[in-house]
């Protein structure tokens, strides 16, 4: 059987961890040449052990545009073209109301939302002619989870974009969709800087609002956006594939 994304080359954002490593993973299982980028260095060597030395490793903090036209120059010098653009960095600032100010706000949005436009924006023109952007979106963007206010609204521009870029790039033969994850076990978690107690409680909390009652996990996510990078889903366009344990549909 041949692999699904033999003679493929790939760049994933946020590839270090959580959904966007296990991705790497099953990419590269597919036959992908794969890129990753990660904020941090620590990050990126520890992803560097995982996957080894056939991936391309890039620092790149995707709420600097600057840093965007930047990678897409890189990706320009170490890849003939580029077939799968995987969107995944994000940050997943989660806060009420009263609780935000400007700057917490523009970086949530510059990272979730103007860093992947500029950077969609500079790879167009490597973009393959039977090119894959998945964007990565959020069940979050469906309902109305207290103190996801801004975060919420970052993935609903996303998804939005799914479907303008699509209608503006379709006779590019590129096709633009969303994978939306559901609550999900990464390493978001440990994000908040909550006591093992209090983490466990938390995430005991968010199982209880999903119908399957557990989280997704990375494998799922990655399966998914196999897919999506796959000529399988060739005859999706601009649309979004949840992942969620029927958080937005139950």
């Known amino acids: 059987m041949s692999l699904r994304l033999q003679n493929k080359y790939a760049l994933i954002t946020g590839g270090t961890a959580g959904i966007g490593l296990e991705t790497a993973k099953q990419f590269r299982l597919e036959g992908a040449c794969v890129a990753i980028t990660g904020r941090g ?16 490793f890039i620092q790149n903090d995707s709420s ?17 073209r580029l077939d799968v653009l995987y969107i995944n960095a994000g940050d997943v600032t989660h806060k009420s109301l009263e609780e935000w100010d400007e700057e917490g706000f523009d970086r949530v949005i ?12 500079s790879l167009l023109p490597i973009l393959s002619d039977s090119a894959s ?48 994850p559901g609550p999900t076990q990464t390493e978001a978690f440990d994000k908040f800087g909550l006591p093992d107690c209090e983490k466990v409680a938390l995430i005991n909390q968010v199982k209880e609002l999903v119908p399957l009652k557990r989280l997704g996990t990375p494998l799922e996510l990655a399966k998914a956006a196999v897919f999506l990078a796959s000529d399988e889903s060739a005859y999706m366009l601009g649309s979004e594939l949840l992942i969620d344990g029927g958080v937005g549909n139950l």
């Open 41 to 56: 260095e620590e990050g990126l060597i520890k992803a560097k052990q995982e996957l080894g030395d056939s991936t391309i």
């Open 64 to 80: 600097d545009v600057h840093q965007q036209y930047k990678l897409a120059e890189t990706i320009k010098s170490v890849f003939p």
């Open 110 to 121: 510059n990272t979730n939302l103007k860093g992947p436009f500029f950077l969609i924006r």
């Open 133 to 180: 952007i998945i964007l990565c979106g959020s069940v979050s963007a469906q309902i109305g989870l207290p103190k996801s206010s801004v975060y919420s609204a970052s993935k609903a521009g996303l998804i939005s974009l799914a479907r303008t870029l699509s209608g503006e790039l379709k006779h590019l033969g590129i096709r633009v969709n969303t994978l939306s």
